[in-house]
């Protein structure tokens, strides 16, 4: 088993490079948002108990994200993990799980980059695909690529949930670059830079060669 942890406040673009990288190195992209919005969706009774943390831009409890985590994983894939540990009490349960990262990659913008990012994002409600109204721009207006349909914004990408969003990433997600860097796993990433250079440097920090 390969496990590599994507770390960074809301509107990083952890996302969007996960989806890229999976694509070229051969992981699965697990996002525990993206899992908890497919709860939200089907209306099971976790989707219903994590919507109510997730409107807020609260943390939805260990257990809950665990449970999800661990039904989507075996134990021999390659898996990058986006959003995931986001506690250091989530970091502890991995271990003790036997999930163990081989790298944590960093990605680091300030507030105002986050809040901008995520205040443009648009998404497929179908596919999940992520646009970015100025900089990541779908090729007909406001319509999916590949499906057609209409995108929408998500519900917590309302500036003051964003905002509380980013605050509950400071106080509780944050620790965990130190509690990483300490184990000498943590690489650091400016993701202030364009989409396609961050891949490169991505590819680059994990020996991929780049194919694109
Ligand atoms: P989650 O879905 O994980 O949200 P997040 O961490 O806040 O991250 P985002 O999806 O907002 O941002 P991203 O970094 O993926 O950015 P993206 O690539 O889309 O979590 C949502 C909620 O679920 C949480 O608040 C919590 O309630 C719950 N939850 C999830 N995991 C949990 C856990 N482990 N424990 C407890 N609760 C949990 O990019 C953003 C925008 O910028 C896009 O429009 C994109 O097109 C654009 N963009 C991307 N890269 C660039 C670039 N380089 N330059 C310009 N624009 C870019």
Known sequence: MEILVFLGPPGAGKGTQAKRLAEIGGYTHLSTGDLLREEVKRGTDLGRQAKSYMDKGE?????????????????????????????ISQAERMEELGLRPERVLLFNVPEEVAVER????????????????KYMKPKEDE?????????????????????????????????LIKYYSDKGILVEIDATKGPDEILSELLKILGISDER
């Open 59 to 87: 943390l939805v409890p260990d257990d809950l994200v665990i449970k999800i985590l661990i039904s989507n994983m075996s134990s021999d894939g390659k898996y990058i993990l986006d959003g995931f540990p986001r506690t």
């Open 118 to 133: 995520i205040s443009y994002r648009r998404v497929c409600p179908k596919c999940g695909a992520v646009y970015h109204l």
């Open 143 to 175: 319509l999916c690529d590949r499906c057609k349909v209409k995108l929408i914004q998500r519900d917590d990408d309302r500036e003051e949930v964003v905002r509380n969003r980013y605050r509950v990433y400071l106080e509780k997600t944050a620790p």
